[in-house]
Nanobody, 118 residues
């Protein structure tokens, strides 16, 4: 059984930085695209950034130039470095990954809260 576990969320002041991590564990043969999504209160879940197993990245326009997604394939981990945070970044951040284990399917983490407030 595959699990994704996020960490690194918390409370930060506007203009501050946070680094989120998401580690995959279990029976894993290969991890394809990994990504971060977020869901603010009363809003739909939206893509923040994703990265392929080859290292190609894609970002939402609202975070380009401030957020950086990266991955460590040896550790089955994806990161999201968030700089110059704005209050509108407040949301629950979810990790997502397409993983070939006993099955090939997408998995979600449990989410980690990010709050940007003074």
């Amino acid at each position: 059984q595959v699990q994704l576990v996020e960490s690194g969320g918390g409370l930060v002041q506007p203009g501050g930085s946070l680094r989120l991590s998401c580690a995959a564990s279990g029976i894993i043969f290969e991890i394809y695209t990994m990504g971060w999504y977020r869901q603010a209160p009363g809003k739909q879940r939206e893509l923040v950034a994703h990265i392929t197993n080859g290292g190609s990245t894609n970002y939402a326009d609202s975070v380009k130039g401030r957020f950086t997604i990266s991955r460590d394939n040896a550790k089955n981990t994806v990161y999201l470095q968030m700089n110059s945070l704005k209050p509108e970044a407040t949301a629950v951040y979810y990790c997502n990954a397409n993983i070939r284990g006993e099955l090939l399917r997408g998995y979600w983490g449990q989410g980690t809260q990010v709050t940007v407030s003074s």
